[in-house]
């Protein structure tokens, strides 16, 4: 696949109304494994103590393995995840996630996907575990 690809499957999953529209989470770029997304954080994202809701950090991370992982025109979903938070975030932090395929046998991959705010601080990292279908993303024509 290419990332002319790439970014047709990008325009294709930018015109769905998802969660991801939600929380305003804002699409950056895309490659062949690769994917780019970012969120600033608003008041009504945060947890009973201030700072970020681990949900909304995980949504990020999420939305962005998706539009990795689908990447190469096969529609491809997550088989597990697990995320790490490493350092707090609050209301009007923009958050950063870029995703990048790792590897994988067969119909599964590994994506890491490394979350930052606007200081270049890694706030959490997030291991996404695909599970690649025989249907293609696109259709038949790439």
């Not at 923009?94 to 790792?102: D, M, N, Y």
Request: charged share 20%; aromatic share 8%.
């Amino acid at each position: 696949m290419t990332d002319e690809t790439a970014q047709k499957i990008a325009a294709v999953f930018n015109e769905k109304r998802t969660l991801d529209k939600l929380l305003n989470i804002e699409f950056i770029s895309i490659g062949v494994g690769t994917a780019a997304m970012k969120m600033k954080l608003t008041e009504d994202m945060v947890n009973v103590y201030g700072s970020a809701h681990g949900g909304a950090v995980f949504a990020l991370a999420d939305a962005v393995f998706a539009y990795a992982c689908n990447s190469q025109n096969a529609v491809t979903v997550a088989s597990g995840c697990s995320i790490e938070y490493l350092a707090p975030s609050f209301p009007g932090d923009t958050l950063t996630a870029k995703a990048e395929f790792q590897g994988g046998r067969g119909k599964q991959g590994i994506y890491d996907i490394m979350i930052t705010n606007q200081n270049d601080q890694l706030i959490a990292t997030f291991r996404g575990k695909s599970h690649t279908t025989k249907e293609k993303v696109l259709g038949d024509t790439p």
